[in-house]
């Protein structure tokens, strides 16, 4: 199983927390108003928060939208898998539920969740140390999914549990890109097939 991190110090705890309230103030107001009309004064007032302070976590409002785009795509990953292997107790039911609640996640999107997943990428395009640690820890988490699987017996092992990892991550990404560059891409078709696909490549057949 994956390695229990190690719990973050009061300082860092604070940081992360008032970074996420920025995020949060700044994610209702663009669905309130839009992206182009929100500024940054109303991001700290609804965050209750110093300009100092915005400036503190984001250079500029780019940053913001880059970093609130990674949030939507990355975040909520983890603590995904964890409930799935908790609450599944086969590989093929956690496969089955990640599709789920990722469907569930597309329906409940709109277009500025559009625009900032677009916008996700750029903003780590002169980051590449937070590039990597973002692709490292998708990895480890799915490839912690498989593995668990290897441990119950019910996977197959023509491939290595860091390759199929790479597959998921990869067709999950690519799906997820792909709609948000184009509003007519028909992701929740494409998510069924992934679905097909994980299994096939992943689940041992069912007797």
Known sequence: MGETQAPLGRREKRKQEIR???????????????????????????????????????????????GLGISRLYNRMEPMLRELMTNHPSTRGRLEAMIDYIESNFAGMNEIDRQLIVMGPSALAQDRARQQEIGSTALASFTRLIDAGSELGDIKTDFAPGMLAT????????????????????????????????EHLICLDSV
């Open 20 to 66: 996420s309230r920025i995020e949060e103030a700044a994610y209702t107001l663009f669905q309130r108003q839009g992206i182009d009309d929100t500024s940054i004064e109303e991001i700290c007032v609804q965050a209750d928060v110093a300009r100092r302070t915005f400036y503190g976590h984001f250079p500029n409002k780019h940053a913001l939208l880059g």
């Open 167 to 198: 597959v998921v991550v990869g067709t999950l990404n690519l799906l997820t890109t792909s709609w948000a560059m184009d509003s007519s891409f028909p992701v929740f078709a494409k998510l069924e097939e992934a679905r097909a696909l994980f």
